[in-house]
């Protein structure tokens, strides 16, 4: 089992800046795939950033390349997301998951097999 706690959402004007972080505990950390999901409301949940376990690959969707950056600290059981730039679009409850295969990057989100309560990111124009 793995329990994720995420943190650092809130209220942020267009152009700004948010970090968000998700705790982990209950597994060894460092075999994870970690994950940052997004969710809209009337809209279908999807993939923002993922990390394997070296740091080393990474992968982004489209909409956030350049704005966006996943990181984690394998010593802290850390995953960040930080967010600049950002858009009224970013707005939604932001997710952190885990993926145990950690041969692939996984992009959907039936391939993560635990999930934190999320946290809420407004972005006002």
Do not use: H
């Amino acid at each position: 089992q793995v329990q994720l706690v995420e943190s650092g959402g809130g209220l942020v004007q267009a152009g700004g800046s948010v970090k968000l972080s998700c705790a982990a505990s209950g597994r060894a950390f460092g075999t994870l795939v970690m994950g940052w999901f997004r969710q809209a409301p009337g809209k279908e949940r999807e993939i923002v950033a993922a990390i394997r376990r070296s740091s080393v690959v990474k992968y982004y969707a489209d909409f956030v390349k350049g704005r966006f950056t996943i990181s984690r600290d394998n010593a802290k059981n850390t995953v960040y997301l930080q967010m600049n730039s950002l858009k009224p679009e970013d707005t939604g409850t932001y997710y952190c998951a885990a993926c145990t295969r950690d041969w692939v990057l996984s992009r959907k989100a039936e391939e993560y097999d635990y999930w934190g309560q999320g946290t809420q990111v407004t972005v006002s124009s």
